[in-house]
């Protein structure tokens, strides 16, 4: 990987007004060999879901070094989109993405859509494994289930498994970014009025706005 950056951004869950203005004070480029790698919830509970995902299906399609991660809110979008029934599908805030999509102006577009299935369930370096929610300990990544990926809490936060590299996640919401030996957690609740944040790897420098 030589001298190549990862920016990673946590859980952006519709705050948009706070996506534009961390994009804005990143000093990534689009094209370079630095990574943009998003850890998944881009959407439910915040007001702005539709603009967030316009403006990452945009920034993929236009730039080769992003990484778009699948999160459990995505999941779950797709499923009602799919038409799945159910009301456990709502019980997450998707009914604010259902909101936003019917809006004047807005709609579920092929390119949006293309965004949402083309998302990946995990990222691998040789250093990081980079995942929405984390990883079942004791299991290969392979091996991992779609379920713990995007689902799993406490068996992985109180775990002290060593999974031999560094895992990079978000979904459960810390006030601050939260850093245990082979761990890092990115989602500093930026829908519950906390910052947006951006791990810059491997140098471990944070940046957030609020």
Known sequence: MGDRRFFVVGDIHGCYLKLRRLLDQLDWRPGGDDLLIFLGDYI?????????????????????????LLGNHEDLFLRFISGEPGPQLFENGLSATVRNYTQAGHKLTLDHLRFLHGLSPYFETEGQIFVHAGLKPGRALVDQSLEDLLWIRDDFLQSDYDFGRLVVFGHTPFKQPYLTPGRLGLDTGAVFGGPLTCVVLPELRFMAVA
Do not use: F, K, M
């Not at 439910?44 to 778009?68: F, H, K, W």
């Open 44 to 68: 439910d509970r915040g007001p702005q879901s539709y603009e967030v995902v316009d403006t990452l299906a945009d920034l993929s399609s236009r730039a080769a070094n992003v990484v778009t």
